[in-house]
């Protein structure tokens, strides 16, 4: 595809509801980066994935929160037993090595 | 950890003036900081970004300068335009590590 996609574009979840967020990145992207952006806040690092591997999981804001990347391509993000502070836009990127990392459009996430 | 702080949240500018957005970094092994523009829900765009080996950056009306030993780069814009109104964001990033953005700018250009 042309760009970073991301799926679905908006979820409302029930508190306590499971949700499964999903990203396409741009063709041939080594290294891919989750991010979380509260209203009227500059994105927050989640976790970041070369290829397959999860180097860096540390802004991952608790254990219900879970990433993959199982074939170095399509990523998912799983938010477990939602809650009202989930609430955001969850943003993906990918970029070739490191450099230039371009966005999704992102899912926007209300737990209610 | 790397900690990115910038300065204004808001600006102000009148169209055809330049405008001026500053950011900071504290982890010197950091060697490259994108800036990104983000209009009202959408994505972040990458507009310009600058390596640590250069100075200074430049692409039609947008620069970027880059004080590694101050720790401190900065976005200028010059002939803003109505269309330059959006949330501006600096990163900044070393090798193999991820990208920790700051807060934003808001910026208006006033017709």
């Known amino acids: 595809g042309a760009g970073v996609s991301q799926s679905p574009r908006y979820k409302v979840a029930k508190r306590g509801q499971d949700v499964a967020l999903r990203c396409d990145p741009i063709s041939g992207h080594v290294s891919l980066f989750w991010y979380q952006q509260a209203l009227g806040q500059g994105p927050e690092f989640l976790t970041y994935f070369q290829n397959e591997a999860q180097l860096d999981k540390s802004g991952l804001p608790s254990d219900r929160f879970f990433a993959e990347r199982p074939e170095g391509s399509v990523s998912t993000l799983k938010i477990q037993r939602t809650q009202q502070e989930d609430s955001a836009v969850y943003l993906c990127?990918?970029?070739?090595?490191?450099?230039?990392?371009?966005f999704g459009s992102g899912t926007r996430l209300t737990v209610v | 950890g790397e900690n990115v702080e910038q300065h204004p949240s808001t600006l102000s500018v009148q169209e055809g003036d330049s405008a001026v957005i500053k950011c900071t970094y504290s982890d010197s092994a950091s060697n490259y900081f994108p800036w990104y523009k983000q209009e009202l829900g959408k994505r972040p765009q990458l507009i310009i970004d600058i390596r640590s080996n250069v100075g200074e950056k430049k692409d039609q009306r947008i620069a970027v300068t880059l004080n590694k030993t101050a720790k401190h780069f900065s976005l200028h814009i010059t002939e803003t335009q109505p269309e330059d109104s959006a949330v501006y964001f600096c990163?900044?990033?070393?090798?193999?590590?991820?990208?920790?953005f700051g807060p934003g700018t808001r910026l208006s250009v006033l017709p």
């Open positions: 990127a990918s970029s070739v090595r490191d450099r230039k990392p371009a």
């Open positions: 990163a900044a990033s070393g090798y193999g590590q991820n990208f920790v």
